[in-house]
């Protein structure tokens, strides 16, 4: 009787470990599907931030191919195409985007920012003007900036340069365009500073250096600015300087210029040897 009673508790147990080992197959079939949607997040992002522009577009291309309903997929690829060079193809993306499930304002932004690149600049004004103004981000006021320049708005431009800055951690290169801008106005000493912001807070920014240099230079200030730099970034801003002074008029200081430029360059520097001939070779001339 003992073995008959024994029977229903085995057969329960037996359902009981097959309902806990169909519980853990969930459980790992569930934990391995979050490792691979984790995987998959990481493998755009180190594509969209370390790859190859031209491996980063046949990846996403791929994965749309893959997964033809995957706004994050599109939005990959149409990044990667900017970064490829191609804004036009970039431009075609982003509308699709824009017009899929879940896409955000932000998407907008984007797709102006690829016509901008496209040197559309009035459809990237209009893609703009059609975001509310209640959308506040980085890339949305950094692009109003670049728009207004364009325009020659310049209070609007410093407004939106401004605001920008307020909304990264990295403003260096908001810092560098707003000088840019300031350089092109004629507003060389405002130019300067802005420079030394952009590189207080990116002391490798080579653009800005050869910027600041440029702003000195303007001013009739040929020494070189106090900043970090190797000997072969200083024999190319003594290059740049070197020419901007011969353009102003200042030809012996441009002359001793080039030639600095040429003792200090760790190498030969051809574009300031060939500078320097020139020069010398009109001044025999005239």
């Known amino acids: 009787m003992r073995h008959i009673m024994m029977l229903p508790l085995l057969v329960g147990g037996v359902l009981a470990l097959a309902a806990c080992e169909g519980n853990r197959n969930a459980e790992v079939t569930r934990a391995m599907e979050s490792v691979a949607a984790v995987d998959q997040e990481n493998m755009q992002e180190i594509m969209l931030a370390a790859a190859d522009p031209a491996e980063a577009v046949n990846?996403?291309?791929?994965?749309?191919?893959?997964?033809?309903?995957?706004?994050?997929?599109?939005?990959?690829?149409?990044?990667?195409?900017?970064?490829?060079?191609?804004p036009g193809d970039s431009v075609a993306i982003w509308r699709k985007v824009t017009e899929m499930p879940g896409a955000t304002?932000?998407?907008?932004?984007?797709?102006?920012?690829?016509?901008?690149?496209?040197?559309?600049?009035?459809q990237a004004e209009t893609?703009?003007?059609t975001i509310p103004p209640t959308h506040e981000s980085f890339d949305r006021y950094r692009l109003e900036a670049m728009i207004a320049d364009k325009r020659q708005q310049?209070?609007?431009?410093?407004?939106?340069?401004?605001?920008?800055?307020?909304?990264?951690?990295?403003?260096?290169?908001?810092?560098?365009?707003?000088?840019?801008?300031?350089?092109?106005?004629?507003?060389?000493?405002?130019?300067?500073?802005?420079?030394?912001?952009?590189?207080?807070?990116?002391?490798?920014?080579?653009?800005?250096?050869?910027?600041?240099?440029?702003?000195?230079?303007?001013?009739?200030?040929?020494?070189?600015?106090?900043?970090?730099?190797?000997?072969?970034?200083?024999?190319?801003?003594?290059h740049a300087m070197a020419i901007a002074?011969?353009?102003?008029?200042?030809?012996?200081?441009?002359?001793?210029?080039?030639?600095?430029?040429?003792?200090?360059?760790?190498?030969h520097f051809e574009e300031a040897v060939r500078a320097l001939r020139a020069l010398e070779a009109n001044v025999r001339a005239g």
């Open 59 to 86: 990846y996403f291309t791929g994965t749309v191919e893959r997964n033809p309903d995957s706004i994050t997929a599109h939005r990959g690829l149409a990044r990667s195409l900017v970064r490829s060079g191609q």
């Open 105 to 122: 304002l932000e998407d907008r932004v984007m797709l102006a920012e690829a016509l901008l690149r496209d040197n559309r600049w009035d």
């Open 127 to 129: 893609t703009l003007n």
């Open 154 to 238: 310049w209070d609007k431009a410093d407004h939106f340069y401004e605001t920008a800055i307020g909304l990264t951690a990295r403003p260096a290169g908001v810092y560098n365009n707003w000088g840019y801008s300031k350089l092109t106005r004629g507003d060389h000493r405002d130019a300067e500073r802005l420079f030394g912001q952009a590189l207080r807070h990116d002391p490798t920014m080579f653009t800005a250096k050869t910027n600041m240099a440029l702003a000195r230079a303007a001013q009739r200030q040929y020494s070189l600015p106090l900043v970090d730099m190797t000997q072969t970034e200083r024999a190319h801003l003594l």
């Open 245 to 267: 002074a011969i353009r102003q008029g200042d030809v012996s200081i441009g002359r001793g210029l080039l030639g600095e430029a040429i003792e200090t360059h760790p190498q």
